[in-house]
Each structure stands twice: as C-alpha cells, then as structure tokens.
C-alpha cells in the first residue's frame, strides 16, 4: 500500500504543533536567526564534506574561482 502524502512536511507539521502561540517580535527574530543558522550549518558541513571527499587544496578552490564557467552563446 502506497504512502499518502501530506501537504505539509514533518518539519513544517513540527513546527506548528511546536509553535502554536505566538511569539513577539523580538523571539520571531531569535526563531529567525536560529533556522537561518541551522541551515547554513548544514550548507557548510555538506562543503565541507565535498571538500574532504574530492581531496580539494587551497590552489584548487583559487583556480575554481579564477575559471570562467559561463559560456557565452
């Protein structure tokens, strides 16, 4: 039998159920900040792993950013 799926995300129903008041403005902000944080955590620790896993030096990262990617058509 095929799971049914639910509009909302278990994050997004956690957060209601957790969040069901509400907040002021100064704790809407704090709440804000500290998904914002999570989730660039997260970004920098998948870099980083990227980083790790492909063996990536210093000279590697300058000449990524001295490469031109973008192909003019």
Do not use: C, Y
């Amino acid at each position: 039998m095929p799971e049914i799926q639910q509009p909302l995300t278990n994050v997004q129903l956690e957060l209601l159920k957790t969040f069901a008041h509400n907040l002021n403005e100064e704790e809407l902000l704090q709440l804000r900040k500290l998904l914002a944080n999570f989730f660039a955590q997260r970004a920098i620790d998948a870099a980083n792993r990227a980083w790790d896993e492909k063996g990536w030096t210093d000279e590697d990262v300058d000449r990524l950013l001295n490469t031109k990617l973008r192909k003019r058509s």
